[in-house]
């Protein structure tokens, strides 16, 4: 018995130590400077009737009328447009952020500058400004646009990511700004991102390539969205995570450091 009981601690003392040492766990802060700015493009058609189709760099395109009422996105956002005048318009998007997103066009309808005005559920904030240029002929704000710059503040508390150990080799990844979770295995089967309110949108299903190396795909109401590429540096210190839009040639890159 004392012998079983031996091999019993000396077992549980093991799994901890592969637990703790995964170089994912623990909780990683966002660094705005470290993480490089995407180039995006933006389409923006006229459909007639005060109808907009809204185009961005995930490829998602959202039917609107510039009338301030709410409708749900196909990603299942909840979001209002509206003109301001003949230069200006906003947009309200709630989703697990809310962003308030203000359009200027130019004089000459040669250049487009989106401020976007994020409020997390922990009071985070961010306010990204992002300067595009007219790369079709159009007038207004029709037509199709490529950022040029890309401004990025930050506010309130610092963004963070937590992940956690999830089963016998599993991960939860929960973000603390936008108060959802993800539970997963990596058995390439897709798991539900669960929002605050038991929302399941969007999915992902993972595969553990190494200790150091997770890779993704990414759902949104059962359609493909982005493929992910999370990496750990081999010192432990900084996590990069690397989504690329299937739709588009969109490249996002965030870089976490270790708390």
Known sequence: MKLY???????????????????FLGTWVYNVNKSPKPTITYQIEDLGE?????????????RIKADGISIKSPS???????KLDDHTWQMDRVESRSMKRTY?????????????????????????????????????IFGQWKSVSMDVELSGPAEKFIIEPFGKDGLSFISESG???????F??????????????????????????????????????????????SDDGKTLTIVSKAVKTSAVFTSIWDKQ
């Open 179 to 185: 108060r959802h979770h993800m539970d997963m295995k």
């Open 50 to 62: 005060n109808q907009y189709a809204l185009t961005g760099s995930s490829g998602e395109t959202t």
């Open 5 to 23: 009981s031996l091999l019993l601690a000396a077992l549980c003392a093991t799994s901890g130590l592969a637990v703790a040492s995964d170089p």
């Open 104 to 140: 200027t066009v130019s004089p000459d309808d040669r250049s487009l500058t989106l401020v976007d005005v994020f409020t997390s559920a922990d009071g985070a904030g961010e306010k990204t400004t992002t300067m595009y240029a007219r790369t079709s002929p159009g007038r207004s």
């Open 187 to 232: 058995d390439g089967r897709q798991y539900f991102d669960v929002a605050a309110d038991g929302t399941k949108v969007d999915s992902s299903s993972g595969e553990r390539i190494d200790d150091h190396l997770i890779h993704m795909e990414s759902q949104t109401k059962g359609s493909p969205v982005t493929t992910d590429e999370y990496k750990v």
């Open 76 to 82: 299942g956002a909840t979001v209002s447009f509206r």
